[in-house]
């Protein structure tokens, strides 16, 4: 053993070992039916938070609530559209009423919408734009009351894009959602400074989800994974665990910003 004692098992999540900063800590994630929210729900139950999961999709929300369980945590879904304010008030409502505090809010729920800019119509901007960019206005609204009503400094953490810092073709919509994400990001967290609470962001580049399903079923799996510095797809657990760390006391200077989590994407081009 050396001085600093033995090492940490790397199999085993830090809570196992040493103790949780998230022990009974109550967290809701919209979009945790699947991909990245689901990986964020898993984390967090791995550090023994309690979890409120807030979807459209019930069979889904059903299998991360199953998946929760078989790790010993506990966890509630409530049927949630984002683009509706009264479903995500309510989504927070169900974690202040059923556990009685709201210490994260992940505002994660997003789709995607590909179509050239001459052809992108109004109702495709329009859906991406309201599930992307309203969905997570009204995610930090809520949270945001219920956090300075029950006088928690808690952290909101909003899922962006690397297609918030870089353009594309095709994605028009996205894009002008996940900007606003970035700049709402900032401007909350400005807001929401006097109580204590943190607003931050994550950008992830391409993640192994179902919101990719489209691109890879054109064959392009391997242009999206040469986006990423070391050539793969990245998976939702490694944006799931940079959500945990900056909702963590570890992640504490971190404020307003919307953080890279992209293997590299945003750093170069070949
Ligand atoms: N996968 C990627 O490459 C990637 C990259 C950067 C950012 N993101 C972002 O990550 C977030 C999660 O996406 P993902 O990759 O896990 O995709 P996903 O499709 O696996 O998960 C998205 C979830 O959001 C839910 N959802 C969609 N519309 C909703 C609505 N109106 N109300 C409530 N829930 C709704 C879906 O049912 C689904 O469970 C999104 O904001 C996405 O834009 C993904």
Partial sequence: MDANGPLPDIERPVALQFGSAFEGRVVAITGGSS???RATALAFARER??????DLNEVGGRETLDAVESLGGEAEFVRCDVTEPADVDALVSRAVEHFGALHVMANNAGIGTYAPLLEHTPEQFDRVVKVNQYGVFYG?????????????????VNTASVFAFLGSEGIIGYHASKG????????????LAPYGIRVVAVAPGIVDTPIIAGYKARG???????????GKLLSPDAIAQTIVWLCSPGGDAVNGSTVLCDDGFASFKT
């Fill in 35 to 37: 991909g990245i929210g």
């Fill in 49 to 54: 938070a309690r979890i409120v999961v807030g």
């Fill in 140 to 156: 930090m609204v809520a949270a945001g009351r219920a956090m300075r009503e029950l006088q928690i400094a808690g952290t909101i």
């Fill in 180 to 191: 606003a994400v970035r700049l709402m990001t900032q401007a909350a967290a400005l807001e």
């Fill in 220 to 230: 392009l799996d391997d242009s999206l994974a040469r986006g990423q510095m070391r």
